[in-house]
């Protein structure tokens, strides 16, 4: 059932990076649920347009928000301009995410900054943003099942991610009792297009369920933690058991008859 403020209040969730992939499936998601939707993105106006149209199908209120929110200046005024439109935000989703692949000794100045502008720095401030003005509700951030591994093949975009899972849990704590603030890390859900037959089934190799997770599988994770009010601080891996197959080298595995 849809959460409200009041029997005649319905809330509203705030999602970045909602016009596309895995942003959208979150925004549709919590607008079947019952939540307004404050659709926010960058460049995809097209795109957004489209989930918008999409969301107000199933008699839903939704507003589109164009910020580029690497730009610090840019947050708070975002957060100003949705509670223009939604003064009863109930829910802020941090989904939008940018993603480079680059080893350390080729990361670029350019590539470390924008990794960290938009995977923490944007979710930092927005939920600073949030819980000065909203006071209640929740922050939910979607991070990575890639946090639980040391791919440094991903420097910046995995050491953002890294801080962005560790910023969850000091939000949690210094926002707690009024705001809840949890996580969500996926796996192998939405892989870009270049991805090749071949890399998929190398990632199902290392997945205990050996299967593919489905963005729906997401958006339940993200409903859960809605309706459990006795969670804070929490990143839930959505990821078929991929994050727990890091064992290293053990003693258990050698083989002692060749010594």
Same mark, same amino acid.
């Given at each position: 059932?849809?959460?409200?403020?009041?029997?005649?209040? +319905? @809330? =509203?969730?705030?999602? %970045?990076?909602?016009?596309?992939?895995?942003?959208?499936?979150? $925004? /549709?998601? &919590?607008?079947?649920?019952?939540?307004?939707?404050?659709?926010?993105?960058?460049?995809?106006?097209?795109?957004?347009?489209?989930?918008?149209?999409?969301?107000?199908?199933?008699?839903?209120?939704?507003?589109?928000?164009?910020?580029?929110?690497?730009?610090?200046?840019?947050?708070?005024?975002?957060?100003?301009?949705?509670?223009?439109?939604?003064?009863?935000?109930?829910?802020?989703?941090?989904?939008?995410?940018?993603? +480079? @692949? =680059?080893?350390?000794? %080729?990361?670029?100045?350019?590539?470390?900054?924008?990794?960290? $502008? /938009?995977? &923490?720095?944007?979710?930092?401030?927005?939920?600073?943003?949030?819980?000065?003005?909203?006071?209640?509700?929740?922050?939910?951030?979607?991070?990575?099942?890639?946090?639980?591994?040391?791919?440094?093949?991903?420097?910046?975009?995995?050491?953002?991610?890294?801080?962005?899972?560790?910023?969850?849990?000091?939000?949690?704590?210094?926002?707690?009792?009024?705001?809840?603030?949890?996580?969500?890390?996926?796996?192998?859900?939405?892989?870009?297009?270049?991805?090749?037959?071949?890399?998929?089934?190398?990632?199902?190799?290392?997945?205990?369920?050996?299967?593919?997770?489905?963005?729906?599988?997401?958006?339940?994770?993200?409903?859960?933690?809605?309706?459990?009010?006795?969670?804070?601080?929490?990143?839930?891996?959505?990821?078929?058991?991929?994050?727990?197959?890091?064992?290293?080298?053990?003693?258990?595995?050698?083989?002692?008859?060749?010594?």
């Amino acid at each position: 059932m849809p959460i409200h403020d009041s029997p005649k209040t +319905t @809330q =509203a969730a705030l999602v %970045t990076g909602s016009a596309i992939r895995l942003g959208k499936h979150i $925004a /549709l998601a &919590l607008a079947q649920y019952g939540f307004d939707i404050a659709l926010h993105y960058n460049s995809s106006e097209t795109e957004a347009e489209n989930t918008a149209e999409e969301i107000r199908q199933h008699g839903i209120k939704c507003h589109i928000f164009q910020m580029d929110i690497t730009k610090t200046t840019h947050i708070k005024p975002l957060m100003v301009q949705v509670l223009e439109v939604f003064p009863h935000l109930g829910v802020l989703v941090n989904s939008a995410s940018g993603y +480079t @692949q =680059a080893h350390i000794a %080729t990361t670029t100045p350019d590539i470390f900054d924008f990794q960290f $502008a /938009l995977n &923490l720095r944007a979710p930092f401030f927005l939920t600073q943003a949030y819980a000065e003005l909203c006071g209640k509700g929740n922050v939910i951030n979607v991070i990575d099942n890639k946090i639980a591994f040391n791919q440094y093949q991903f420097a910046a975009y995995l050491l953002s991610k890294k801080a962005l899972a560790e910023f969850t849990k000091l939000a949690a704590l210094e926002f707690s009792p009024n705001i809840r603030v949890n996580g969500v890390a996926p796996g192998l859900i939405l892989p870009i297009l270049s991805r090749s037959e071949e890399y998929l089934e190398l990632r199902l190799q290392g997945t205990p369920l050996k299967i593919k997770g489905e963005p729906q599988k997401i958006t339940q994770a993200i409903i859960s933690i809605l309706e459990n009010d006795f969670m804070t601080g929490q990143i839930l891996f959505v990821d078929g058991g991929e994050s727990l197959t890091n064992v290293g080298l053990n003693a258990g595995d050698y083989d002692q008859t060749k010594v």
